[in-house]
C-alpha cells in the first residue's frame, strides 16, 4: 500500500475515533435507530441527485445499504443507547478486523500474508488490553449488539469487495437510500410512532451538529475513502488500520469528555500500533518485491505461496 493511502487509512481511523464522541451527543436528543435512519437520509440527500449511479449491479447496492446501514449502524447504535459506553463500543467494534480477514480467506479466496495475520492478532491483543483498562461497564445486550455490530461490518466489507464497485463514492450514496425506511419502521415498533415523530420534528442543534458529524464526515468521508482502499487493495491489508480507532476513540474522550487514560491504556495502543506496524511492514515489502521483480532484482523475500 502506498504511503499516501497508509495516511488515508490513518485519517480514517481518527474520523471515526471522534466518531463515538458525536454518536454519544446525538443519542441524548435521539432514539437510536432514528439517528441512524437521519444518519442516511442526510448521506444520500442531495448527493444522490449528483453523483452517477454505482456500476455494481443492484443487489450489491442494496445488501451493502442494508447490511452496513441496518444491522451494523443499527446494532450499534441501539448498543450504545442500552448502556455500551462508546469507549467499550470503539474497542468491541473492532473485532471486525479479524472477521473481515477471516471471511475474505473463507469466500473470496485472499490469502493474507502470515505476517498481516500476524499483525491482526497482535493488534486484537491490544484492543483486549485497552478493553481491561478501560474501566467501562456494558450490559450484556449492548455487548452482544456490539460484537453483532461487528461481524455486520466485516460482511459489508466482502460485499464491497465482491461487487467490484469501480466508483465507491457512488455506492455509498446510493446505497444510503436503502437503510432510512427499515431503520424508521423499526423505530416505530422500538420507540412508538409518536415519539419517532416528536424525535424527528423536535431536533435540537446538538442533534443536528451529531448527524451532521456522522452522516458528513463519519459516512461521507471515511466510508468513501475506506471503501475505495478496499476496492484497491485486499481486506486484509486494509481492515487493520482499524485498529487504530479506539486509539483515537480514547484519545478523543480524553479531550472533549475529560475522560482519564492511563498507563494501561498507553501500553495497550503501543500493542496496537506494533501490530499494524506488522501489516505496513508487509505492505511495504510487496510494493519493494514488485519494484524489484519489474526490474529483474531479486526479491527481498520468497512469495507467501512459494513458503
Not at 446501514?69 to 446494532?75: D, E, M, N, P, S
Not at 462508546?86 to 471486525?96: D, P, Y
Not at 409518536?194 to 446538538?206: E, H, N, P
Not at 511495504?284 to 527481498?300: C, F, L, M, Y
Amino acid at each position: 500500500m502506498k504511503a499516501s493511502h497508509r495516511l488515508l487509512a490513518v485519517l480514517v481511523a481518527a474520523i471515526w475515533g471522534v466518531n463515538f464522541v458525536a454518536i454519544e451527543l446525538g443519542l441524548r436528543d435521539l432514539p437510536p435507530l432514528v439517528l441512524t435512519a437521519l444518519r442516511f437520509v442526510a448521506a444520500a440527500v442531495p448527493l444522490v441527485f449528483l453523483v452517477p449511479r454505482p456500476s455494481a449491479r443492484l443487489r450489491y447496492v442494496v445488501a451493502y445499504g442494508l447490511v452496513l446501514g441496518v444491522l451494523k449502524f443499527g446494532a450499534l447504535f441501539t448498543a450504545l443507547a442500552a448502556g455500551m459506553s462508546a469507549g467499550m463500543a470503539s474497542l468491541v467494534l473492532q473485532a471486525q478486523a479479524l472477521m473481515s480477514v477471516l471471511l475474505a480467506a473463507a469466500v473470496l479466496g485472499e490469502r493474507p500474508a502470515r505476517a498481516q495475520v500476524a499483525g491482526v492478532l497482535v493488534g486484537s491483543v491490544g484492543i483486549g488490553l485497552l478493553t481491561i483498562g478501560s474501566g467501562g461497564h456494558a450490559s450484556v445486550i449492548g455487548f452482544v449488539l456490539t460484537l453483532f455490530a461487528a461481524a455486520s461490518w466485516a460482511m459489508a466489507n466482502l460485499v464491497m469487495r465482491a461487487s467490484g464497485e469501480t466508483r465507491p463514492l457512488s455506492l455509498l450514496v446510493w446505497s444510503s437510500l436503502v437503510p432510512p425506511l427499515p431503520l424508521l419502521g423499526l423505530a416505530g415498533v422500538v420507540d412508538g410512532g409518536q415519539a419517532v415523530l416528536d424525535a424527528i420534528t423536535g431536533l435540537s442543534w446538538r442533534g443536528l451538529l451529531a448527524v451532521a458529524y456522522v452522516a458528513y464526515v463519519s459516512t461521507l468521508v471515511g466510508f468513501g475513502i475506506w471503501n475505495r482502499l478496499i476496492a484497491q487493495y485486499s481486506i486484509a491489508r486494509v481492515a487493520p488500520f482499524s485498529l487504530l480507532v479506539p486509539v483515537f476513540g480514547l484519545s478523543a474522550a480524553w479531550l472533549l469528555l475529560d475522560e482519564p487514560v492511563g498507563p494501561t491504556e498507553l501500553a495497550a495502543a503501543a500493542t496496537v500500533l506494533a501490530g499494524l506496524a506488522l501489516v505496513v511492514r508487509r505492505s511495504t515489502a510487496d510494493r519493494n518485491n514488485a519494484t524489484a521483480a519489474s526490474e529483474g532484482r531479486e526479491p527481498e523475500y520468497a512469495p507467501a505461496a512459494a513458503a
